[in-house]
């Protein structure tokens, strides 16, 4: 039997249409808007086929699913057995998708054609300027358009659970966002997650130095982390595209601006994990929804719907799931249109007032929570989920 590498190579584009050879500039001028529409589609299928690097089984498997996410809806394959390795990997990619809307898979597709055309040299010519995709991602999707950069956490058959290797590229991704020439960031998910939290397995690649030495970089990550939100010059907005949990609920009170799905759910589970509140949430959860009702949410765990995190003040907006992603994205070209410099002065009067209170707590969390990641209550709720004996 052929490997399974070269067996998915042969399938990674699914697609029967015909190759019809538009221009790749073509693609560019015709993405007035941040949905992309049928023929942007089909383009990007072309594209794929144009490809002169092999992208990776990941990245075939992330085609797959959202090509058939796009096309078909969500997953409606039984699950294949245990035997059918190439079947099963597609299933668990295309089914990770969830109820994701076909438009979103289609618009989360072209995304992904288009900075692989970028990072994998596409044998077409793109046309410089018209729009630019960041490159050597592992797990973000980054795209730059119509004054907008959209940081995209591309893990989705992992809810998007921040790992390591996330929590650097996010970091790189803001600095990046700061210094171009957008008018406003977004942090979104790709997939039914906006963000399962931290990535729990980031707690089994133990050090020389032991768990001591992994609490204390986990640490220095988490407040370098957290201190590029605090710090980020232009109108942040999340688009919380699904359930949110851990370390992506309570960066939210670092935002400027939350719009959430009415399938999106906040969820700060610290206590059951013998954790205790990061983010700055400890500090900005009591100032945004009563010390009482931070309390519910931080220490005792309580999941909020996304309309009561809207009554609660940590969501802007709620929309219904059919047609979140084209309300919100209408509403984010304007914004993206104010004068840039008049935004981020108004942001910097804002924070600047609350920036080193911030910093401070921030420092704070992360000392906390470096004992606590070294509590027995702790490590027995990452062995309890890592050995599948529990869930949230
Ligand atoms: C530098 C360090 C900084 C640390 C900062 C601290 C932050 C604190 C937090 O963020 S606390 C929150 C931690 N998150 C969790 O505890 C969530 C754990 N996950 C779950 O409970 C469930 O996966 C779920 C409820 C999110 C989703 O359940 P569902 O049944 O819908 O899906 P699966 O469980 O089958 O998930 C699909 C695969 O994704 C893996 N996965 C999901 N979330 C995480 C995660 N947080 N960490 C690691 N892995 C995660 C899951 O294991 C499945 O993987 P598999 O397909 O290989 O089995």
């Known amino acids: 039997m052929a490997p399974l590498a070269w067996r998915l190579a042969q399938r990674w584009c699914p697609s029967s249409l015909q190759v019809i050879s538009f221009p790749v500039l073509q693609l560019h001028l015709n993405r007035t808007a941040m949905r992309a529409s049928q023929k942007d589609f089909e383009n990007a299928m072309n594209q794929v086929k144009l490809l002169k690097k092999d992208p990776g089984n990941e990245v075939k498997l992330k085609l797959y699913a959202l090509y058939k996410q796009a096309t078909e809806g969500p997953c409606n394959m039984p699950k294949p057995g245990v035997f059918d390795l190439i079947n099963k990997a597609k299933w668990g990619a295309w089914n990770a998708l969830g109820s994701l809307p076909k438009e979103t898979a289609r618009q989360n597709y072209v995304d992904l054609v288009s900075s692989l055309s970028s990072s994998l040299e596409s044998s077409s010519q793109v046309e410089p300027g018209t729009d630019r995709k960041s490159t050597g991602y592992e797990t973000l999707m980054v795209t730059s358009e119509d004054g907008i950069t959209k940081i995209m956490l591309n893990r989705p058959t992992k809810k998007n659970a921040l790992n390591v290797e996330m929590y650097h590229e996010i970091m790189h991704a803001l600095k990046a966002a700061s210094k171009d020439d957008s008018a406003i960031t977004v942090l979104t998910g790709n997939g039914d997650y906006y963000s399962s939290g931290n990535d729990l397995t980031n707690f089994t690649d133990i050090p020389p130095g032991g768990v001591e030495e992994k609490a204390k970089n986990g640490a220095i990550l988490l407040r370098e982390f957290v201190g590029c939100f605090i ?90 799931d059919s047609t979140f992603q084209k309300e919100v994205w209408t509403r984010l070209k304007a914004f993206a249109k104010l004068p840039p410099n008049a935004m981020r002065i108004s942001k910097e009067i804002i924070r600047n007032r609350e920036k080193e209170k911030l910093h401070a707590v921030n420092a704070e969390e992360c000392s906390v929570l470096q004992g606590r990641w070294l509590s027995d209550e702790c490590m027995n709720a990452v062995v309890s989920f890592l050995s599948r004996k529990s869930k949230l």
């Open 231 to 320: 710090d980020f010059p232009k109108p942040l907005i999340a688009v919380v595209n699904g359930p949110a949990v851990g370390i992506s609920v309570t960066l939210l009170g670092l935002f400027d601006a939350v719009y959430a799905s009415d399938r999106a759910t906040f969820h700060t589970p610290f206590s059951h994990l013998g954790q205790s509140p990061e983010g700055c949430s400890s500090y900005t959860f009591p100032k945004i929804m009563s010390p009482a009702k931070a309390t519910e949410m931080l220490v005792f765990g309580k999941k909020l719907t996304a309309g009561e995190a809207c009554a609660q003040g940590l969501v802007t907006e709620v929309f219904p």
